[in-house]
């Protein structure tokens, strides 16, 4: 299964799982995700 850049972004960073993705968290939440992880990233952690 081939997934986008932002799910495989947010999954490789451990912040949520596909499932979680599909089910708990909507579009929003992914974004605020890829936000978290972005900073993360910058800040070398």
Avoid: W
Avoid at 10 to 25: D, F, N, P, Q
């Amino acid at each position: 299964m081939n997934v986008s850049r932002p799910i495989a972004y947010v999954i490789g960073s451990g912040l949520a799982t596909l499932h979680e993705l599909k089910t708990v968290y909507d579009t929003e939440d992914l974004l605020d995700l890829i936000e978290i992880a972005r900073v993360r990233d910058y800040n070398g952690g």
